[in-house]
């Protein structure tokens, strides 16, 4: 079976004016990751990993290298490749049952029936709000809406940058056993964006530590523990330890620089 996500000697150049030149983003990053995998980019801040997701939707393109999608090169967005921002992007002006209605919209998955949609605001325990508006809905509950809304949609590959960025830490632990249930029922590729060392440990099989100046990926480390996981178990105490070594954390901060 040929890996869901491809990339192969893949960089990046902006052109910055801010700097009077350019800036590599990124440098030859190779990655592979295999149909169902949950794999997670972890890594300092302004070291590419938004670039490196944005890079798989197709909403950027690579300067160098090659980037594959189910063997096939990525040229633009694809339902097929869903993706979840750090802020929620539902619509104001639609309830959770219309944002979802609507991301169902337009793909050969939509029947518009009201049964399948109960089922993705039930899957969120969101079945009480389906006709609220986002702004009557907490930060947790809109997080959870933007993660159904992208997942009704039966991405092959859902792109997460940062989903429970913006939540406090107890609601993101919930939402981190969310994840964790959605993806093992909906068996897709999860590739998610984090700076959290313990989300990557809790969710991930495969952890992937980058560094900045330009972007590369330092170390591939795999999560040989099975789920549900235990934060404060001597295993996840010690690939934690392991994972802030590997990101160099007393020498890792970055500044931009231009080439
Ligand atoms: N559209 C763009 N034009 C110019 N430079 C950009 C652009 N997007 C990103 N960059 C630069 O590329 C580098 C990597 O940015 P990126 O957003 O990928 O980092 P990140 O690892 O996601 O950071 P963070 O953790 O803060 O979200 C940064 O130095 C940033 O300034
Ligand atoms: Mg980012």
Request: overall charge neutral; proline content about 4%.
């Amino acid at each position: 079976m040929s890996a869901a996500v491809e990339l192969k000697n893949v960089g990046k150049i902006f052109a910055r004016a801010d700097l009077n030149g350019t800036m590599a983003a990124l440098e030859d990053v190779n990655l592979s990751v295999e149909p169902g995998a949950f794999v997670s980019l972890l890594g300092a801040s302004g070291c590419g990993k938004s670039t490196l997701l944005r890079i798989i939707a197709g909403l950027e393109t690579p300067t160098f290298g090659e980037a594959i999608c189910g063997g096939e090169p990525i040229r633009g967005t694809d339902p097929r490749r869903g993706l979840v921002f750090q802020e929620h992007t539902l619509f104001a002006w639609l309830t959770v049952r219309g944002n979802i209605k609507f991301a169902l919209k337009g793909t050969k998955k939509y029947k518009s029936e009201r049964s399948e949609i109960d089922g993705w605001l039930e899957l969120a325990g969101l079945a009480e709000f389906a006709d609220s508006y986002p702004h009557q809905l907490s930060g947790g509950m809109r997080q959870r809406a933007a993660l159904v809304r992208a997942l009704a949609v039966s991405p092959d590959v859902l792109l997460l940058d940062e989903p429970l960025g913006a939540l406090d830490s107890f609601t993101r632990m919930t939402l981190q056993d969310e994840l964790a249930r959605l993806w093992r029922e909906r068996h897709s590729t999860m590739i998610m964006v984090t700076h959290d060392v313990d989300e990557a440990i809790y969710l991930s099989q495969r952890i992937i530590v980058m560094s900045a100046r330009p972007g590369r990926v330092r170390e591939i480390l795999n999560v040989p523990m099975s789920y549900p996981r235990n934060r404060a178990s001597d295993d996840f105490t010690e690939l934690r330890g392991k994972i802030l070594k590997s990101m160099d954390f007393a020498g890792d901060i970055q500044q931009d620089y231009a080439i």
